[in-house]
């Protein structure tokens, strides 16, 4: 309350929600969930505990750093290529920013050098745009390395403190959760309400717990500002929620791994039994959960975390056409940050119309190609990308069915596992069709489409497990071993899919163990890579993968893999370090000083 206020003005911006209390002070965004009878529950518990965590500033760790060319060419048209993973959200920003028409605006494909969450916003293109107004020559922005570590949108700090009440048999009645995100000195362009403190939302886990309050702020500070990273929200909330996990299962006695299976549901919201479990179970076993530990004279422990989350939904649109020589033209709006995106697109373009992937040429469009892609982020860029090429692909193939049935002397062919058939059995496949029947610029080998996926109830598990040891003397954690379980449905690309594991890990680990931008009086002291201490190859430990079959939402059944490998790994090193301790952590990064301390306090 006696806090100096940021903002004296902040209920007039545009967007400010309506939600935040009158007497919140420095609140920009906030949040409250509610579910049974929380006085009731916790009356029913036999224990009550109550503990707060901590998680620290960090960044995103992309390789290239944010940058942009704008000119305005002769026609007066703003032209920009940008470092920039939703063009067509930047079309409509920047539209509003210089008060200029959508349509005198073009954003250009680029390939973006690792994103993260961090480049969605605007950047320096505003600027870029009324120099080169001014001027009348094309303007180039880069930052450098220090100027992207310390001026660009962080991964949010917290301050987290979760309260629950438990049966003596292992049964979690009661959840209180007050959650803090600090946002930095400003509001604009990050996770919105819904978006950011969403992390909050994960305050009950993956656990069926009848009575929960939940409540979730985003609060003004005199720092960097904050934003987008990663499953926004979520690492933060997950560290507490399963650290605070393995307090309560040992606080009663119980092994943390069958607690968790107390306290999952039967099934998974789409109704598949005991998945959760399952997952769990296979994490546990990967990492030899309940077999002796190698004690070599140091310290060891093991630790586990378990995490769900949803597959992104939204707006997308594709091209497919097919050309005279039997290949097809894929085109996508969606942006190439990474992930390998693209090359799902054009697996999906292949597989749909039963062609070989060589077949496809895969073309990346700008905002004039298609009218709208919503994006990289929020775990749903095969989701989205991949059911619009499967409907330009289902509306390409009734196009050409005709010239199937003439070809096939039919009066009517029907697409069966990858041709068309005739009724009398005989087939023929796109490119036997293309090659005969198809000519250049042919309506009926053309299909665009704009589409909306919608929301689904299947959600995907992942749970993690690490076997670390402890120096004692020097507070050094040493990972030895991590195990990463996932339900993954349909896998497109397998070396795509691992590569998302295993990177998704290796930013965990270093949010677990290393990074931590350092703020001295709100200004970051460490924005250099060399004391920014991100992981290296020589700080990854052996993994084991072990993807699980289940049902997807997204093409031919695919889940979504990009965020939630990362949610649950600091959660798990943590509890693994507790456990070689037997002292349990509370904040983020676990470095040797955190963990001295720990032991000094211990004594």
């Known amino acids: 309350a006696d806090a100096p206020l940021i903002h004296p003005n902040a ?48 960044h995103q760790g992309y390789l290239e750093p944010h940058a942009c060319v704008v000119q305005i060419n002769e026609r007066g048209r703003v032209e920009v290529w940008p470092s920039n993973k939703v063009p067509f959200n930047l079309k409509e920003e920047l539209a509003t920013i210089i008060d200029r028409p959508p349509e005198d605006i073009l954003i250009h494909a680029v390939t973006v050098g690792g994103d993260f969450g961090s480049k969605g916003s605007p950047f320096d293109v505003p600027v870029a745009y009324h120099i080169a107004r001014a001027t009348g020559r094309p303007v180039k922005f880069v930052n450098t390395s220090t100027e992207d570590l310390t001026a660009m949108a962080l991964r949010h700090p917290a301050v987290i403190t979760m309260k629950s009440g438990v049966t003596r048999d292992g049964r979690i009645v009661a959840r209180e959760t007050r959650v803090v995100y600090n946002t930095g000195a400003y509001g604009g362009y990050k996770p919105s309400a819904n978006g950011m403190l969403g992390g909050a939302q994960r305050a009950a886990g993956c656990y069926v717990i009848p009575n929960l309050h939940t409540e979730a702020f985003c609060v003004y500070t005199n720092q960097v500002p904050c934003g987008y990273m990663r499953a926004p929200g979520s690492p933060q909330m997950l560290f507490a929620e399963e650290t605070h996990m393995d307090l309560l299962a040992r606080e009663l006695g119980m092994d943390p791994v069958e607690f968790r299976e107390r306290n999952l549901p039967p099934a ?76 799902v697109v054009a697996q999906v373009a292949a597989e749909a119309l039963g062609v070989p992937f060589e077949k496809v040429r895969l073309v990346r469009g700008d905002t004039d190609s298609l009218p709208v892609d919503v994006g990289s982020g929020a775990s749903r860029m095969t989701n989205v990308a991949g059911h619009a090429v499967l ?60 589409i909306e996926t919608p929301r689904s109830e299947i959600v995907g598990y992942c749970a993690q497990a690490a076997e670390v040891e402890v120096d004692e003397e020097t507070g050094q954690v040493r990972i030895r071993a991590m195990a990463s379980a996932q339900d993954t449905g349909q896998i497109i690309n397998a070396l795509g899919h691992q590569g998302q594991i295993e990177g998704a890990l290796v930013q965990g680990l270093g949010y677990a163990l290393t990074e931590e931008m350092v703020l001295q009086q709100g200004r970051i002291t460490n924005g250099n890579l060399g004391e920014y201490k991100m992981p290296t190859i020589a700080d990854v430990p052996p993994l084991e993968t072990r993807n ?7 093409p031919f059944e695919a889940k979504a893999i990009g965020e939630i490998p990362l949610m649950g790994t600091g959660a798990a090193v943590a509890n693994a370090v507790a456990d070689a301790l037997g002292i349990p952590l509370f904040e983020l990064p676990i470095t040797a000083e955190r963990v001295l301390a720990a032991l000094d306090a211990r004594r």
């Not at 598949?272 to 997952?279: C, G, N, P, T």
């Not at 069966?416 to 610029?441: K, S």
Request: aromatic fraction near 4%; include cysteine.
């Open 11 to 58: 209920r007039s911006y545009i967007g400010w929600p309506a939600e935040i209390p009158a007497d919140a002070r420095n609140v920009c965004a906030y949040q409250v969930w509610d579910r049974g009878d929380l006085r009731a529950g916790f009356a029913e518990a036999d224990l009550v505990l109550e503990h707060t965590f901590r998680t620290q500033l960090s």
């Open 268 to 343: 998974s919201p789409a109704g598949e039994e005991r998945l959760a479990q399952r997952v769990l179970r296979a994490a546990a076993d990967a990492i030899g959960w309940g077999a002796p530990k190698r004690g070599d004279g140091v310290r060891t422990g093991r630790g586990i975390s378990l995490v769900m989350r949803n597959t992104g939904v939204g707006e997308g649109s594709s091209a497919l056409t097919v050309n005279p020589d039997g290949t097809v033209t894929a085109l996508t709006a969606m942006p190439d940050n990474g992930t390998g995106g693209p090359t």
């Open 391 to 450: 409907t330009a692909a289902a509306r390409l193939k009734e196009q050409l069915a005709p010239l199937a049935a003439t070809m096939l002397g039919s009066e009517r062919a029907e697409w069966i596992d990858g041709a068309w058939q005739a009724p009398d059995g005989r087939r023929v496949g796109l490119e036997e069709l293309a090659l005969e029947m198809v000519e250049a610029g042919d309506p009926r080998a053309h299909a665009q489409v704009t």
């Open 548 to 554: 699980l079959p289940s049902r997807g939402p997204g």
